[in-house]
């Protein structure tokens, strides 16, 4: 049994290892993924570089109660 077991498992890591490695010999084609990921990078980034007539909006700290 664990001989015939151990064939299976065998001849199915070979199959995955085959599939990978034509996998990596295929011709890539451009990335869907990457180009969204791109464009939300853009996006963040337009979003955190603003115009420099709106400065940044912090609080003001007066009457805080750890001021040093």
Partial sequence: MNSLSHLYVTAH????????????L??????????????AA????SLLTGPAERPLQLPTL???PYRG
Wanted: charge should be positive; glycine fraction near 0%; aromatic fraction near 6%.
């Fill in 13 to 24: 890591l070979e199959e995955m290892l085959n599939l990978a490695a034509a996998e990596r």
């Fill in 26 to 39: 295929a011709p890539r084609k451009p990335s869907q993924t990457r180009a969204r990921l791109t464009a």
């Fill in 42 to 45: 853009k996006s963040a980034w």
């Fill in 62 to 64: 007066s009457n805080y």
